[in-house]
């Protein structure tokens, strides 16, 4: 399904809630003032959304080396921002993909919003935001097609009712971020144009089509515990697997980039807002695939593709079967 942009705000903008505080100003907005909201309190109040059709993601697949940077787009229209008419911020969407892992199966990722204030002026296309997220990483039914995906899922089926396995969202594999530099901040901020952090890419570059642009950047912390030695060994044997697949995208203290595109201001129909996420997550699962289109493959600042060690993948494998097989063993004895 090709999205076509909106290329003109729809009417109905009014402004005023950015120039509100003197504080709020660039070049360093401090919005301490407004309260972190959780991202799915305020629904009723949203007025005006700006679409993220063009999710710009990088990171290094080598923690610490530069020539290691990957580039990503992820797939269009899961990302947006909503607001009031007076530019008060109050929820935001954030990106899900789907990963697939030789051998293992499609594994889900989702950067998951917890908390967020902030404003938006369309007047002068700027915005600036807090946020705190977690990502969350499950796995796809489709996991199950594969001969290791039904060694898993079996192993789900038998012990799900001691065990809380990432096999469906609400027993996700969570992993924790802070602001880059500062792991006792857990706020980071969003705010307008590219970063100027590391250079982009022609192919990462969408001023023509875009309306307005926002970056931020979080780094990757631990994995939450399950406080099931069972489950704590597994979910981590799968991170490593994960990362393997993706570039170290998700390593602890790798920093996840992003400059998100947007789409010119439109209307918010509230009931279509709540239903997004799940919509999206739901097609996912079921098509293994996004809605509105596919992102890009992960590549390299000349363009040259991001290529997993399958050699170190398959490796992880086994040790995630002899973990659930030691697991079964010792349960049996």
């Known amino acids: 399904m090709e999205l076509i942009p909106n290329s003109e705000p729809a009417p109905g903008w009014k402004g005023g809630f950015s120039t509100s505080e003197q504080a709020f100003d660039y070049p360093d907005p401090n ?6 909201l959780g991202n799915m309190d305020n629904i009723g109040k949203l007025q005006r959304q700006q679409k993220v059709l063009w999710p710009e993601f990088s990171w290094l697949t080598i923690p610490g080396d ?5 580039y990503q787009m992820f797939a269009p229209d899961i990302s ?3 607001y009031t008419n007076r530019g008060r911020i109050f929820s935001i969407i954030c ?8 051998g293992l199966g499609t594994i889900n990722v989702e950067v998951t919003v917890t908390g967020q204030r902030g404003w938006v002026n369309e007047t002068d296309k700027t915005l600036a935001a807090d946020m705190t997220v977690e990502g969350k990483i499950w796995f796809s039914p489709d996991a199950n097609e594969s001969l290791m995906g039904k060694l898993f899922w079996a192993a789900f089926n038998e012990l799900s ?9 609400d027993h996700a594999i969570q992993v924790t971020t802070h602001k880059p530099g500062e792991p006792s901040e857990p706020i980071f901020p969003l705010q307008y144009d590219t970063t100027d952090d590391f250079p982009i890419p022609d192919f990462a570059m969408h001023e023509e089509e875009a309306w307005a642009v926002g970056h931020l950047g979080v780094e990757i912390s631990n994995i939450v515990k399950t406080n099931d030695e069972f489950v704590d060994g597994f979910n981590e044997l799968v991170m490593n697997a994960f990362n393997i697949a993706s570039g170290n995208m998700l390593h602890p203290t790798n920093v996840l980039s992003w400059n998100v595109w947007f789409t010119a201001p439109e209307r918010v129909d509230r009931l ?3 239903n997004h996420a799940e919509f999206w997550r739901t097609s996912i699962d079921v098509e293994h695939k996004s809605p509105d289109g ?3 493959t992960a590549k390299y600042y000349d363009g040259k593709p991001f290529k997993p060690g399958a050699e170190l993948i398959k490796d992880l494998i086994e040790q995630i079967l002899a ?4 697991h079964r063993l010792r349960k049996k004895g």
Do not use: A
């Not at 919005?31 to 972190?36: A, F, G, I, K, N």
């Open 294 to 296: 596919e992102g890009t």
């Open 80 to 82: 947006r921002l909503g």
């Open 95 to 102: 990106p899900q993909q789907g990963v697939y892992v030789e």
């Open 66 to 70: 530069e020539n290691s940077r990957c």
């Open 272 to 274: 279509e807002w709540k």
């Open 161 to 169: 009712e001691k065990h809380p396995f990432p096999s469906n969202k």
């Open 323 to 326: 973990h659930i097989v030691k």
């Open 31 to 36: 919005l301490t003032s407004l309260d972190m």
